[in-house]
C-alpha cells in the first residue's frame, strides 16, 4: 500500500467535504426523530406498510430489472427506517417483512435449486460510529481477544459455486437466499473461475462470491450495443448481472466478466479463521481478492477505510463500501445470524464519490420537446472507475442556484453511480473577473427566439416542425420501445435526417430497401430486419400510437385515458377544449396542448399519411355499468392481480367507478397488486390516500359484477398492457 500519509494529505479536502455531509444527515435525521410528532398507530401501520411496498417493488427493480430507479442510499435508509418502526410497533412485525428476507434475483427462464446453506445479505451502514457499534457489541458478547478481516465490497452480483473432487459442479445466483437460479452453464464461460481445481483441495464443498464486469469490458459492451443501436447498460453491477442471466452461455463468454470469491460457509469447511480459509481457496486456485487486511482494533478498521476511500477509484472495477467480519471462526459460530443476515459481519458503504475539476464550456442541447438543457464540458476527471468530461446543469434556474462562472471549479459526483452532477462550486478557485455565462436567447440548433412559461422551470424552443434536433428528437420517440418498437437509434436517425430520408414519422413508412441501403454501414439484412420492425408496428395498439405522436404533455398513462374516452383520433381530433378536460385527469395544461396540436394543419396531414400506412387509429370501449357500488369513486391501478389489468379497470367502470392515471387529493384509494409502483405509494402517503388490495377490493363488488366485467372485457380488442 502507498504511505497513508500521503493519501491522507491528497484526500483531505475531498474528505472534509463528504464529512460534512455525513454529519448534516446524521443531526437532521436525529433532529427529525426528536423534534417530529409521535405517529400514532394507524400512522404507523400506513408508513409501514408503505415503506414495505416500495422495498419490495425496488428490490425486484434492482435484483430482477437491474433498472434501479432509486440509489442505494435511499433504499437503505428506508429499509433502516422500517427496521426502526418495526422495532418500535412490534404488533406490525411480520415475518415477510423485507426487513427479513434477502432481495430476490428468481428469474423465469432458469431452473431454481436451493442452497444447501441459507445465502443471506450483510448488515450496512454508512455511519463509521455504527462500525464503532458493531465492534463495541461484538467485543461485549465475546470478552475475549479476535480481530477483523477488512475487504473490499465489490459492486457486482452474487454467486455460489459447489466443487465436488476438484470439479465445478454448480453455479447459483443469490434468489430469494433460500434457492437460486441455476447459472452454471454460464459460469463456466468467465474466464477466471476455475473448471478444475489443484492443490491440496477437499473433496466437497462451497464458496461465495461476486461475478462482476470490469470498467473495460463495460465500455466494451457498451460500445458494442450502441453500434448494434441497442440501449446501452446503466453501470458495471446491472451488466454484470444481466449477462450472468443470458440465456445463450457463448454469448457470456464475449462479456469480459470477472469473478472475486470471499466467503466459504463455516458448515461447509472448517477452518480455524476466515483468513485461513481464503488462504487455502487462493491454494487451490481460485480467485480471492488479495486486498484483505487483518485489523485488531476500531483505529486500524478506519484506516482501511479511509485508504480505500481514495484508492478505489483507482481500481478496474466497482466497488461501493468495506466489508468488516469477525475472523475467527469459533467467534462466528457464537454471534450466529438474524433471518436476513449474520451478526458477525458489517458492510460500510462509501458515500457517492467526489472530484473537483473546471468547466471548459457550456453547451446548450434542445431536447425533442425543444427544452433547452445547459450541459457543462469538464477537465476530464476520474470518478468511480470512469472519466467524466461532461455533466448536466439542468436549467438556467440551477445555474443561477449554484452561481457558476464561466472556468469555475465545481463538485462533481455521480448520482448512484451512475449519472454526473453537478453539486457545488469552489469558490476559493473562481478566477479574478470571472463572469456568470450568459443562457441563449434563441434555439442554438435553429435560431428561433426561446420562450419560457411562467411555471415552466426551463427554456423551449418553439420551433416543434422546423427545429432540427426536435425533428430528429421526434423520430427517436416515435420509434422507442414503449411507442412503435422499431429497430433503430440515434445513429439510424441521423442518417436518415442528413439524408433528408425521414422528416417526419410518417417517412419512415416510405422508405425502400434501396434508399436503406444507401445509409452508411447498412447491408441487406439491416434493411429487412428494420422494414420488420416497421410491420409489426403497424398492430401496435392505438394508444401506444398515440403515445408515439409525441404531444407535449401526454405520456402513456395520459395517451390510455385519451384512448380509452374518444375511441378513435377522429373524435379526439373534433373534441373542444371542454371536451377534453372531461377526460379523467387532464388538467388545463394538457388539455391545451392536445388541443392545438390537432389544430395545426402539418400533424393533421402527418395523421392521415400514418392511416395510409396502416397504423392503429381507434379502440374498442368496454361493457356497460352493473352496480353503482364504486359510484362517484376515482380510484388509481397499480401493480399486477389475479387477473389482467384491463379486467381490473372493467371491474372499476361496470360498478360507477372512474379509472385514474395518477394519484391526487380527489383519489379515492389505490388499488395495489403485486409490486405496485413506488411514485404511486409516494404520493399516496403524502396525500393520505388509502390504499388496499385485490382482496378487499373484490368485496366492495356485488357478487356477479367481477364476472359480468371480465366477460365484457374479453370481447373487446386486446390492448397493450403497461405496468407502473
Known sequence: MANLQQIHGIAKPLYLGIFKEIMYLCSLRAYTRAHAPKMDKEQAKNRIDFLRASLRENSRLYYVENAPVISDYEFDMQMHELESLEAEYPQFDSEDSPTHKVGSDLEKGFV????????LSLANTYSIEEVEEFAARAEKSLEKGFTYSCELKFDGTAICLSYRNGMLVQALTRGDGVVGDDVTANARRISNIPLRLHGDYPAEFEIRGEVLMPYEAFDNLNREREEQEEAPFANPRNAASGSLKLIDPQEVSHRGLWCTLYHIPAQSLS???HDEAL?????????VSSDRRICHNISEIREYIDYWDVQRKFLPYATDGIVIKINEMEYQRALGYTSKSPRWAVAYKFKAEQACTPILSIDYQVGRTGAVTPVA????????GTVVKRATLVNADQMEMLDIHEGDWVYVEKGGEIIPKITGVEESKRAPGAVKPSFPAVCPDCGTPLVRAEDEAKWFCPNKDGCPMQIKGELLHFM????????AGEMTVEQLYNLGLARTPADLYDLSVNQLLCLEGWKERSAMRFRKSLEESRSVSFERVLFALGIRFVGETTAKELAAHFGNIDALEAADLQSLLEVPDIGEVIAESVYSYFRNPEHLAQIERLKAAGLQFSSSSTGAAVSDALAGMSIVVSGTFSVSRDEIKAMISANGGKNSGSVSAKTSFLLAGEKPGPEKLRKCESLGVRIIGEEEFRSMLPAASGTLAETAVKDTEPQQLTLF
Open 112 to 119: 431454481q435449486r436451493p442452497h444447501r446453506y441459507p445465502m
Open 480 to 487: 422507442s420501445r414503449k411507442a412503435m418498437n422499431i429497430l
Open 377 to 384: 464540458n469538464l477537465e476530464p476527471v476520474q470518478l468511480s
Open 279 to 287: 488462504n487455502a481457496a487462493a491454494s487451490w486456485g481460485l480467485p
Open 271 to 273: 477452518f480455524s479463521s
